[in-house]
C-alpha cells in the first residue's frame, strides 16, 4: 500500500497549489479520500475529504470557499485545489485513505508554504 503526495511548494498569499495523491496497492474507489494538515507547533488537522461511491464532500471552516478535494478513481488519483491561500495555510499536508473501521493509510506528506 503507497500513498504518494504531490505538489507541493513555495506560493505568495493569494495564490494557488494543487496537490495530488496518488494511491497503490488497495482499492481506491472504495476508500474514503482525505487531506490534513500539520504546522508546526500545532496537532494535524482534518482540511478536506470526499467519500467513496458519491463523493460527497466535506471542508474544514477555515477552507471552505478556497479549496476544493476532488478524486479520479480511474486514476487512483486524489486532489486537492488551493486556492486564494493564505499565511495561516503554512502546513505538512498528508493523504489519507480509509475504510471505516477497517483500514486506515497515509501518505508521508508534501509541504506547503505560504509567504511573500
Known amino acids: 500500500v503507497q500513498l504518494v503526495e504531490y505538489g507541493g511548494g513555495l506560493v505568495q498569499p493569494g495564490g494557488s497549489l494543487r496537490l495530488s495523491c496518488v494511491a497503490s496497492g488497495f482499492t481506491f474507489s472504495r476508500y474514503r479520500m482525505s487531506w490534513y494538515r500539520q504546522a508546526p507547533g500545532k496537532e494535524r488537522e482534518l482540511v478536506a475529504q470526499?467519500?467513496?461511491?458519491?463523493?460527497?464532500?466535506n471542508y474544514a471552516d477555515s477552507v471552505k470557499g478556497r479549496f476544493t478535494i476532488s478524486r479520479d478513481d480511474a486514476k487512483n488519483t486524489a486532489l486537492l485545489q488551493m486556492d486564494n491561500l493564505r499565511f495561516e495555510d503554512t502546513a505538512l499536508y498528508y493523504c489519507?485513505?480509509?475504510?471505516?473501521?477497517?483500514?486506515?493509510?497515509w501518505g508521508r506528506g508534501t509541504q506547503v508554504t505560504v509567504s511573500s
Open positions: 470526499i467519500t467513496s461511491a458519491a463523493g460527497n464532500t
Open positions: 489519507n485513505a480509509q475504510l471505516p473501521f477497517m483500514y486506515d493509510y
